[in-house]
């Protein structure tokens, strides 16, 4: 298995920056870090993306990188619980 440091680096990054950009509002991820709105607490609850896509994403970013089964499940896991789009729509009036 490689180390955890590749994976989110090489696969998990990936998955996010893909993941924000077909988000709606549409995001840059890197954009979102580098401004620090990343840094604030439930950032991702401003952005959408349906849970079927998401992990179509993620299945296709795991298949690119050969990842074995164990890290695909480590990459899952880290990607949901971390900070993923949201993947219930919010109402325009919710704050």
């Not at 401003?46 to 993620?58: T, W």
């Amino acid at each position: 298995m490689r180390t955890n440091k590749y994976l989110w680096n090489k696969v998990v990054m990936n998955i996010y920056r893909q993941m924000f950009k077909e988000a709606e509002p549409s995001a840059d991820f890197d954009e979102l870090i580098e401004i620090g709105e990343a840094k604030q607490d439930n950032f991702f609850m401003n952005y959408y993306l349906h849970q079927d896509r998401q992990q179509e994403i993620i299945d296709e970013w795991c298949k690119k990188y050969k990842c074995s089964k164990l890290e695909e499940r480590a990459i899952n896991t880290e990607v949901n619980l971390g900070c993923a789009p949201n993947t219930v729509r919010r109402e325009d009036n919710e704050t």
